[in-house]
């Protein structure tokens, strides 16, 4: 089993800047890859952003590609989300989840296949 704990969410206006953390605990953090999924009411979660159980990988969804970034400190069994130039748009619900390294393709990957999720963290941009 692997615990998940996001923190950082909050209110901020447009063009801000907020940065998501997701602490893990139980397994072995570094035998996972990491993605950030959100969820605005009435919509389904989408995947953000992945990252590889180096961190030598990463992806992004178009919608957010050069102004996000997702990294990991495996060290600190923590995987963070920078999110820069926030737009209303980005508000949403915010969730970390754990994956099983897989082979190609590379890729962002459906939310069916995480194996472990947080709880969530709202983030609101205000225009």
């Known amino acids: 089993q692997v615990q998940l704990v996001e923190s950082g969410g909050g209110l901020v206006q447009a063009g801000g800047s907020l940065r998501l953390s997701c602490m893990a605990s139980g397994r072995t953090f570094s035998n996972y890859a990491m993605d950030w999924f959100r969820q605005a009411p009435g919509k389904e979660r989408q995947s953000v952003a992945r990252i590889n159980w180096s961190g030598a990988r990463t992806y992004y969804a178009d919608s957010v590609k050069g102004r996000f970034t997702i990294s990991r400190d495996n060290a600190k069994n923590t995987v963070y989300l920078q999110m820069d130039s926030l737009k209303p748009e980005d508000t949403a619900v915010y969730y970390c989840?754990?994956?099983?390294?897989?082979?190609?393709?590379?890729?962002?990957?459906?939310?069916?296949?995480?194996?472990?999720w947080g709880q969530g963290t709202q983030v609101t941009v205000s225009s």
């Open positions: 989840a754990a994956d099983t390294e897989r082979p190609e393709p590379y890729g962002l990957k459906p939310a069916s296949l995480m194996r472990y």
